[in-house]
């Protein structure tokens, strides 16, 4: 053995920033988490130059799958512009010399922080979700070793006895964001925070999505045509956010995810939640051309 | 097109950058010289916490983010995890150890004698104001002792351990690249015994005090006695690859061992970082001293301690709550108001 | 700050070695190709000093002991490279991982014909409805053997290549002989 054929030629950085033994541990748990649907996979989880929490997981997910070629679009809140998402989609542009877009339908990759596209996405689309915290059960029970063993054993007992709770007082399930479901019929996933809206879109999704916690270190995926069912008692049926019927006060819209934008006179506007849609439904109605493709949703409502 | 301020985001995030440079103004290789001289203990500091050994870059770092020290730890773990590992020093023995101070507070005396060696605990702590008056600083100089203590020492509770006091930890025949490497591989629990020395290694000086200070007050079963205590160099062999063992120089070391009764025999726990480090030293001793009889969830069971203590991601997730959450928080809503109306309409239905 | 890095001729086939890896484990049963014939861009897209290997085909030793990966016994390895396989004996061995760590179940890549021979069904997470591939140079036995050993999430799986071609059956994949 030499010096020589442990090291390579020096570069300032490696392409798409981390290391080859970084991309390879990311690939073999990938590789994990597709075949085992909704379990929690742990992984070194590399620093990357941004700071914890803020999409480091997701990060290190797209810069392991990213080439030059790869067309990458990130979002915040369902927002292309958000300061974060710029944030990110500059660093992979700048590290892996990747193209980026905003269009949905356009983009090989998108990474996002709580939303899914109100686009339907393709099989050749690869959605990368952030996660904050990958343990749906760290409501009932905040010790990850304890937790563990409860996946193992499929024991969700008491997340069910939570929900059951909140119906006898409340009347409904008051899980906003993050809604607990069921991956292959196997694991309790979350789906990250995202609204209760964009779970569906991942239930017999054509498209494969990853979900990574870079600073809990843990990666699961949802891969195409994978039963996510979220967790409701048959009488109690799952309710996405009441927003089907709300129209954007920007663009026009109507039936899809609203932010609610408190207005001085005591009353809410509301602006779609997913911009590059927004911006497309304006472009159509100004005659600048049609760009939108088809939605998950229609007529404020998830189909079957 | 009303709609498209997409840029915006951008310049924002490009301008408030440049704000925040603005204060720091340019600076060079001088100042970066100049923290490194100047601030020896907060770039041990800072190296402990990064599990990366370089003043340099340590020193770069903080002129970088202008002392934010959550920002210079980070700075300094992304870049280290893009360097390849070359190798793996061979491990060293306490009595290998090129000393500077060693105390113990377990004997008056203990074999290879106390030596004081460089601090501040027996200093009056007054601020020395003069200096902003224009008067310069010039610390009294050392008198050399007539009989120098040894520079290489025993360690104490291998005395202990030969007094049948304490049972040594069983040697662990784990060699080189076997070596379990925490930035390889995941935590997981129950924790491998290097990832949690390597967890402690690099945790955040704050953090391990505060648990650890937890501990020490009685939230914790085990009262420290400091057994030792040392500030050293400690030598890195390494091994060419055409065999030959080679020093790549010498790194500053702390550490702390810290006993408690534990039946007829001592317990003991043990911290060693890079840099010297005495408070972080003995708050995660004591951590270590207490863990094995910690309950679940409590701030001295390992899950908890290792996972609060690790600064770069505790700070990280501190302040992703900046970060807009507005579609979170509309998720919420939603089932609050919805919650709301059922609870009116159920009012309202006439009682049976 | 300076132009992006460019990929090396070593990354770029790792990156479209791991595409199509990753592509065809979650379509179970539909082909994708390799940047080159052979298991060589799967070694060195996956394996580094930290895995365990087996390999039944010694012509591939000398690639993967260059990645540092170590070599190990069939049951410990968390990648087994099978080559062509004569018998299904070694399937039995193969680590399937923990209900606490399914992860440590194995990556096993094996070599077979992809395109003729027996049909199989394949139902799971992947699997639009259900796919038929056709996949031969499998031993007698193989599926049932595979089956045996299968106790979800625990579990291994599963590469087939055929020169540049791939095939993916995860654990979640359940096979109708047809």
């Not at chain 1, 030499?2 to 030629?9: A, F, G, Q, Y």
């Not at chain 2, 101070?101 to 020395?128: C, N």
Request: charged share 25%; aromatic share 8%; hydrophobic share 40%.
């Amino acid at each position: 053995m030499s010096l020589s054929t442990l090291t390579k030629p020096w570069e300032a950085m490696s392409y798409g920033f981390l290391d080859g033994s970084a991309k390879r541990e990311l690939r073999r748990k990938m590789l994990k988490s597709v075949a085992v649907p909704g379990c929690q996979m742990p992984y070194a989880s590399r620093e990357v130059p941004m700071a914890r929490g803020w999409g480091t997981g997701g990060l290190q997910v797209s810069l392991t799958l990213v080439n030059p070629q790869t067309r990458v679009k990130v979002i915040d809140q369902g927002a292309d512009d958000s300061v974060n998402a710029a944030s990110i989609r500059r660093f992979i542009a700048r590290v892996a010399g990747t193209p980026t877009t905003m269009d949905t339908l356009e983009a090989d990759l998108i990474q996002s922080r709580h939303r899914i596209p109100e686009e339907v996405l393709r099989e050749d689309q690869v959605l990368v979700l952030q996660v904050p915290n990958p343990e749906p059960l760290r409501p009932v029970q905040p010790n990850m070793s304890i937790a563990r063993q409860m996946h193992a054993d499929a024991d969700y007992g008491r997340m069910w006895l939570q929900l059951y709770e909140q119906i006898v007082r409340s009347g409904r399930v008051m899980q906003g964001a993050s809604y607990p479901s069921l991956v292959h019929g196997r694991h309790v996933m979350t789906p990250s925070p995202i609204p209760r809206w964009d779970v569906p879109k991942l239930h017999m999704a054509e498209h494969l999505t990853i979900l990574s916690a870079g600073r809990e270190k843990r990666i699961f995926a949802v891969p195409p045509y994978t039963r996510v069912e979220p967790l409701v008692f048959s009488d109690v049926p799952y309710k996405v956010e009441e927003h089907g019927h709300l129209t954007c006060t920007r663009s026009g819209t109507k039936g899809f995810f609203m932010n609610e934008v408190p207005q001085d006179d005591g009353s809410s506007a509301f602006e779609v939640s997913d911009s590059e849609w927004g911006v497309k439904t304006i472009r159509a109605r100004d005659g600048i051309g049609e760009s939108r493709g088809e939605t998950w949703y229609k007529d404020g409502e998830m189909p079957q | 097109m009303a709609y498209v301020a997409t840029r915006g985001g951008e310049r924002a995030i490009e301008q408030s950058e440049r704000l925040f440079r603005e204060e720091m103004g340019s600076f060079d290789r001088e100042r970066v010289e100049e923290v490194k001289k100047g601030l020896p203990y907060l770039i041990d500091r800072v190296m402990g916490e990064a599990s990366l050994y370089d003043e340099d870059l340590a020193a770069l770092a903080l002129a970088q983010t202008g002392g934010e020290l959550y920002e210079a730890v980070l700075l300094l773990r992304a870049w280290r995890t893009t360097q390849p590992r070359l190798q793996v020093a061979e491990p060293i023995e306490q009595d290998s150890l090129f000393t500077h101070r060693r105390i113990s507070a377990a004997f008056k005396d203990i074999p290879g004698g106390q030596v004081l060696g460089p601090t501040l605990d027996y200093a009056h702590r007054i601020l020395a104001t003069d200096v902003l008056q224009g008067v310069s600083y010039a610390p009294d100089p050392v008198e050399p002792a007539t009989n120098p203590s040894p520079a290489y020492q025993p360690s104490v509770s291998a005395w202990q351990a030969e007094n049948d006091l304490l049972d040594s930890p069983a040697e662990d025949p784990t060699k080189g690249n076997d070596i379990p490497d925490l930035t390889r591989e995941p935590l997981l629990f129950p924790s491998k015994r290097a990832h949690t020395l390597q967890s402690l290694a690099r945790a955040e000086t704050g953090g391990v005090l505060a648990l650890g200070y937890a501990a020490m007050r009685g939230y914790g079963q085990a009262h420290p006695t400091v057994n030792e205590l040392r500030l050293a160099e400690a030598e890195i062999a390494v091994t060419h690859p055409d065999g030959r063992q080679f020093s790549a120089g010498r790194v500053k070391v702390s550490q702390a061992e810290v006993v408690d009764k534990k039946g007829e025999k001592l317990g003991i726990g043990f911290a060693a970082t890079f840099g010297w480090n005495e408070v972080k030293c003995i708050a995660a001793a004591t951590l270590d001293l207490n863990s094995p009889s910690a309950e679940k969830g409590s701030a001295t069971e390992e899950e908890f301690f290792l996972y609060h203590t690790e600064g770069v991601e505790s700070s990280g997730f501190c302040i992703h709550f900046k970060l807009p959450h507005y579609v979170t928080f509309q998720s919420s809503l939603d089932a609050m108001r919805d919650a709301k109306a059922k609870k009116a309409a159920k009012a309202r239905e006439p009682a049976e | 700050m300076l132009a992006p890095p460019a990929p090396s001729l070593a990354e770029t086939r790792d990156n479209i070695a791991f595409d199509a890896l990753l592509w065809a484990l979650s379509r179970p049963g539909l082909p994708r190709d390799l940047p080159e014939p052979g298991e060589g861009s799967i070694i060195t897209a996956l394996l580094d000093r930290e895995c365990l290997v087996y390999s039944a085909d010694p012509l591939l030793m000398p690639e993967i002991m260059r990645t540092g990966a170590e070599l190990a016994d069939i049951g410990k390895a968390d990648h087994v490279f099978l080559g062509a396989m004569t018998t299904s004996d070694s399937l039995a061995d193969i680590a399937i991982g923990s209900d606490y760590y399914p992860d440590d179940g194995a990556t096993v890549i094996i070599r077979a014909s992809i395109g003729s021979g027996p049909a199989i069904g394949l139902v799971g997470p992947g699997v639009d409805g259900v796919v038929t591939p056709q996949l031969d140079g499998l031993p007698d036995g193989f599926w049932k053997a595979r089956a045996a050993r299968l106790r979800y999430p625990m579990g291994f799986d599963l590469f087939f290549v055929d020169g540049a071609r791939v095939v993916g059956v995860p654990r979640s994949t359940t096979i109708e002989e047809i």
